[in-house]
């Protein structure tokens, strides 16, 4: 049975410990809260994140990164991506030599504008081939009650992918292996940025065309970008792209369109933030991405409209004028 961390408790972390749990994995969560602790090893509920789920008895929680880390094979990263480097400063201590590194983290650091690799190689001195990703459609409410779902895993090294696959190949859910940990990356930040825009258009009011289009140019966007950083664009077609970009676009479950759909209907930035403990990554990252994208030369409008809606400095209305009132061009340009 492999021995399984993940740093950090919220609706993705515990709904991933679920799917572990489910796959044969003995999994330690961390959180910061006692409380919560408490409510995972006594009543196997994260009454806070996923209230009603059942997880299972090799599912446990503790406070301490030391022990949850304690002879971990895997270490799943599930803060929220602002909070990484912070987090990891205090944890790479006892990280254990030899455990692979798993982001589940879709966003862009501010400032710096690294990719959650890059922060976890940086902070934690870990090359390629211990660092993976996981990314896909994978709305954590829907994971935990076990609905069916497909993701990718990807590492640098292919059979630290394959190790990892195996790791989380559970009855309900389906993983696909892959070596591009950029596309990856790229596809899950980007994602987060275009849900925010069609959930303002949805929230102006606006049907199904609407929202088709800000999907389609958006995936546009993200290959770009991915590709001047060196994605494969086939990534951007997959799960972690595509498939990624349909399911949090089209899910009243996604806390990025549900962030734009309020914008959409009036509320400000610091009204919406203040309505909710959860963490819309699209709301920090459309600046990252705006910056990654001046640096590499890409074009960039849905994450410069959406930074410039969260900042106030544009209405989402006038936002969906401008879109139209931009330079007529070629489809593929
Ligand atoms: N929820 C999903 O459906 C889902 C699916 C796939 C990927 N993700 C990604 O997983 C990551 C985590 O998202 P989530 O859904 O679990 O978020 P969440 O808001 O549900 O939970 C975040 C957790 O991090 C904790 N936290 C907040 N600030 C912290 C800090 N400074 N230090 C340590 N812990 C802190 C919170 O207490 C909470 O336990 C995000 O990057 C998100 O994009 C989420
Ligand atoms: O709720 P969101 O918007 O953070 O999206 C959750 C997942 O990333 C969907 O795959």
Redesign the pocket.
Known sequence: MSKVAI??????????SLVLADAGSEVTLW???EE?AASINERHENS??LPGVELPPTVSATTDPEKAMAGAEFVVL??????LR??LESWAPVIPDDAVLV?????VELGTVKR?SEVITEVADIGPARIGV???P??????ARREPAASVVACADDDVARRLQALCHSPAFRPYRSTDVVGCEVG??YK?VVALCVGMAVGLGFGDNTTASLITRGLAETARLAMALGADPLTLMGLAGLG?LVATCSSP????RTFGEKLGQGMSTAEITAS????A?GAKSCSSLVDLAEQTGVDAPIAEAVKAVVAGTITPADTMAAFLERRTKHEQE
């Open positions: 740093m950090g408790s919220g609706s993705w972390g515990t709904a991933f959180g910061r809260r919560l806070d994140y599930a803060v929220p991506s602002q909070t912070a987090n982001s589940l983290m879709k966003g959650m996981v990314s896909g994978n709305l954590a409410k829907e994971i899950g930040a987060n990624d479950l996604s806390r990025n909710t403990r959860q963490v990554e």
